[in-house]
């Protein structure tokens, strides 16, 4: 594949659920911030679609609480300028009124600019049921057939693997492959950038990454909340759909792929199905799942609470599951994957634990962990030994320590949804998901799943609200490789107290 064409100039943006939560909080603040620190050039003409009936300042009361503003009064002006460059129009998605009156808005943009080469991008900050609908009417009526055209489609991509290659075997016709860009947020994010960079470009991380040297690998999400009267949403989802089987297995196949050729994005993306094929099926009697019930005080509402659940549901708020890689690099290397709702903290965390140094001359020294927080506060830190200071001939824990916010005080470090809209505007598919990659997850996750939903299977257990999670996770985690010596009396240098 080429390398990404970029047309800066009179790109045509255009939003799909224009006026709902995902577009107002986070795709416009995101066009925004771009503009704002010079990304997305003032000549954009960017279109709000939807079926709400509102007007143009309208829209922008909608935005604008969402947008940030880094540089005072001089942000003032840099609103007022973004929001001349956004136009609303009304429709619907499944009849040709409104896809007629947006291609006369474009083609009247483009011609009085006298633009050659169309640059077109269609944003469907949508819900899955009218992905389709909207996908037949811009090909029929829209598409940018002498230039270029590209389409930001929002997870979930599917439900199951059927439904995933119903919707691929839909879009496919439409859209060529290099057309389509899968959003995965998380694959935005700074820390989760880092990831080819920290690992290829260290020789000592790149050297020890192996099953010589790594005992095991957790990747861990959680949120200090439930689900607040979304219930009725997540219930029909649940942890593992939620972020599992996309957020946090984009980070595993970037954490123990090869090493690509290049940064092509085709090279990127061929490691990380390279490791995907390679993983071995997930073990059914080798999971922990949880729901959350009451806090210990009874001030936090258990998940059967939230009026929106269906009575007795069974739905997951808590996963851990383990992965095993079958090839020569990460051979009997176990791989935890946990999240969930309803915590004790707030975090999204890659631990890489380290083997024991052999025993004799120390003995029982604690095991080297490289930690990599993706959210909050991004950080680095490497945990080692080393003397205590003074005479003392003991050894205590310490650490090398990156921390975002400290060391790159001055610089701007783009939200993940900004890092993605500017990938998609330049053509680059590196941080997005291909479709073959989304087959083989789903291939992988949906017995799991199956097997989770069925009736037969028994209730998850019932877990404090703001606990670590189900009794039986520190049993779980050791047995599956976590070596707990030295880690729980080990504070972190972070605002809130580490918690394994």
């Not at 619907?92 to 947006?102: A, K, R």
């Not at 310490?398 to 939200?415: M, S």
Request: with cysteine; net charge negative; proline share 6%.
């Amino acid at each position: 594949m080429s390398d990404p064409v970029s047309f800066e100039k009179n790109t045509i943006i255009v939003i799909f659920g224009a006026s709902g939560d995902l577009a107002k909080k986070k795709t416009f603040p995101a066009l925004f911030g771009l503009f704002r620190e010079g990304y997305l050039d003032p000549s954009t003409k960017i279109i709000g679609y939807a079926r709400s009936k509102i007007t143009n300042d309208e829209l922008y009361d909608k935005i604008e609480p969402n947008l940030k503003k880094r540089h005072g009064k001089e942000d003032d002006q840099k609103v007022k300028d973004f929001f001349g460059m956004i136009n609303y129009i009304s429709g619907q998605y499944d009849t040709d009124e409104g896809f007629v009156q947006l291609n006369n808005e474009i083609e009247t943009f483009e011609k009085s600019r006298n633009i050659s080469t169309p640059h077109r991008l269609f944003y469907l900050a949508l819900p899955p049921s009218v992905f389709l609908p909207v996908a037949q009417q811009l090909k029929k009526l829209v598409y940018a057939k002498d230039g270029i055209t590209r389409i930001i489609v929002e997870k979930p991509f599917g439900h199951d693997l059927d439904s995933a290659r119903k919707l691929q075997a839909d879009l496919a016709p439409l859209f060529k492959e290099e057309e389509i860009f899968r959003i995965d947020h998380y694959l935005g994010k700074e820390l989760v950038k880092n990831l080819i960079p920290l690992r290829f470009g260290n020789k000592f991380l790149n050297s020890s990454w192996n099953k010589n040297s790594i005992q095991n690998i957790q990747i861990s999400f959680k949120e200090p909340f439930g689900t607040e009267g979304r219930g009725g949403y997540f219930d029909s989802i649940g942890i593992v759909r939620d972020v599992m089987q996309n957020h946090l297995l984009q980070i595993l196949t970037l954490l123990t792929m090869d090493r690509p050729i290049s940064f092509n994005s085709e090279d990127i993306r061929d490691e990380k199905v390279k490791v995907l094929k390679s993983l071995a099926p997930i073990s059914n009697d080798d999971i922990l799942l949880g729901q959350y019930g009451k806090s210990i005080d009874g001030t936090k509402p258990s998940y059967l609470d939230d009026e929106t659940v269906k009575p007795n549901s069974k739905c997951v708020t808590f996963a851990a599951l383990t992965f095993h890689i079958n090839n020569d690099r990460w051979d009997g290397v176990p791989i935890i994957m946990r999240a969930g709702k309803a915590l004790d903290a707030g975090k999204v965390e890659i631990r890489v634990q380290y083997k024991n140094i052999p025993t004799g001359m120390f003995n029982d020294m604690p095991n080297n962990e490289l930690v990599i927080r993706v959210q909050p506060n991004p950080a680095v830190y490497l945990k080692f030994n080393a003397k205590t200071p003074g005479l003392s001939d003991t050894t205590s824990i310490t650490d090398l320590d990156l921390t975002y916010e400290d060391r790159y005080r001055d610089f701007w470090i783009p939200e993940a949804y900004e890092a993605l809209i500017r990938d998609a505007l330049l053509g680059d598919h590196s941080n997005f998901v291909r479709d073959d990659e989304l087959d083989i997850s789903w291939k992988l996750f949906t017995p799991l799943l199956n097997y989770i939903e069925s009736p037969e299977t028994p209730a998850p257990s019932v877990y404090p609200y703001g606990s670590r999670g189900p009794e039986g996770l520190s049993e779980y985690l050791k047995k599956n490789g976590f070596d707990y010596n030295g880690t729980e009396t080990y504070s972190w240098p972070i605002t809130s107290p580490h918690s394994s």
